[in-house]
């Protein structure tokens, strides 16, 4: 005997057989939503209250007759012609309705939590992982493409269920990289993707597959597109991760293992021709691995320190000329300090660098040289740069 197929993640539709009927049919929305409602609501009998409510009929004294009316619509709109017992499929006794689960049917979403569940219990992980990426096959989209997400219930299992589904997918996916051709998770994560095109895991293996694919050009599409979405809906860059593999992309793929004169190559032909900017966290662990390192080499780095001050009590300077004075410095310092150097800022009227120097007229001259630039500055009559200096040293 023929079962009804519901589908319950991406486009709701209900089959039979080849014939199928669809929210993408042109219907009307509150029917469909009246019988998305329905059948999320599988287990309870509704009210006619709730009923109005999750579709948007306002109660009133007619609302339980435009209600009927609506209930009548949907029985027509599922009237299955290799399936007779479909016209039972929503029933009405006592004041309220119900989906009728004593016909014979199967729901995706049922299926889902199973896999997941005995995904979640497997006795090793190459069933879990299979049965994740069953469950990830009958995850076409948002559940109920995201209909009804007013209502609390129905909000909740949108949330629970696209959680399971990003979790289920970063779980499969080292599996697939190591046991199935790479071409099926980059399917996959495509896929994934377009459903939420927010996710980071899905973008990061997106990339992965692609490269590995040798797809290189069709990776830095990809990694412009993570940026430019980052960019727009949160104001933030990718992650770390992503970050790594970009570095693959523009070198053309991932250096053989143990290849480290590929690594130095890379480092040296992406190094910058000017002293670096880091953060502050950076900086510190930067300072702490130059004083473990040899004397010869303590001995020719300088820590200096650069402050933006006002030349007197009586010309206080303000804030807005003290904020460009910061900005303008930064740019000066970067520019002169040698290529390699580092350098963050310390407050905000001063920034501290590492120089490394081969003797005490050497860095004088870059000192004189920051003097000179912070002088020519237009506006900073009200302020003067002092800069001082010392050996790398830590205080015990």
């Given amino acids: 005997m023929e079962k009804l197929r519901i589908t319950m993640f991406g486009v709701f539709s209900i089959s039979c057989g080849d ?17 998305k409602y329905l059948v999320a609501n599988r287990e309870r009998r509704l009210t006619y209250e709730e009923i109005g409510e999750a579709v948007g009929i306002r109660e009133s004294a007619s609302s339980a007759s435009a209600i009927k009316t609506m209930l009548h619509r949907a029985r027509n709109t599922l009237i299955f012609s290799n399936f007779p017992e479909s016209q039972n499929l929503i029933v009405q006794s006592g004041g309220r309705c119900f989906w009728n689960t004593d016909i014979a049917q199967t729901i995706d979403e049922d299926l889902f939590v199973k896999y997941i569940n005995d995904a979640n219990h497997a006795s090793h992980d190459t069933a879990g992982s299979e049965m994740k990426l069953a469950a990830l096959g009958l995850y076409k989209g948002y559940y109920l493409n995201r209909a009804l997400d007013t209502i609390p219930c129905v909000a909740e299992k949108i949330q629970e269920y696209h959680i399971m589904a990003i979790s289920a997918f970063e779980s499969a996916a080292e ?8 071409d099926l998770l980059y399917d996959l994560s495509l896929k994934m993707m377009q459903i939420d095109p927010y996710q980071e895991a899905f973008h990061y293996y997106l990339l992965k597959t692609s490269i590995e694919l040798g797809k290189n050009e069709l990776a830095l599409v990809y990694y412009n597109r993570v940026i430019e979405l980052l960019a727009d ?57 130059l004083y473990g390192s040899a004397p010869e080499i303590k001995s020719s780095i300088r ?17 807005m000329q003290l904020k460009r004075a910061h900005t303008e410095l930064k740019e000066i310092i970067g520019q002169i300090l040698p290529e390699g150097d580092a350098y963050t800022e310390y407050s905000d009227t001063q920034y501290i660098a590492l ?37 790398l040293f830590l205080t015990k």
């Fill in 19 to 35: 014939i199928v009927v669809s929210e993408s049919d042109n219907r009307s929305r509150k029917v469909w939503n009246l019988i």
């Fill in 175 to 182: 599996y697939m990289l190591a046991e199935k051709p790479c």
């Fill in 233 to 289: 809906r949160f104001k933030v860059g990718p992650s770390e991760r992503i970050k790594a593999l970009y570095r693959c992309i523009i070198r053309g793929g991932c250096p053989a293992k143990g290849d480290v004169a590929s690594v130095r190559d890379e480092l040296l032909s992406n190094a910058q021709n000017t002293a670096n900017y880091c953060d502050y966290h950076a900086f510190l662990l930067l300072y702490r691995m």
């Fill in 303 to 319: 820590l200096v320190l650069f402050s933006v001050e006002p030349k007197s009590e009586a010309s206080e300077p303000g804030e």
């Fill in 355 to 391: 120089v490394n120097v081969s003797g005490d007229s050497k860095l004088d001259k870059l000192i004189s040289g920051v003097q000179s630039a912070f002088c020519a500055l237009d506006n900073m009559r009200t302020l003067y740069l002092d800069i001082s200096h010392t050996e």
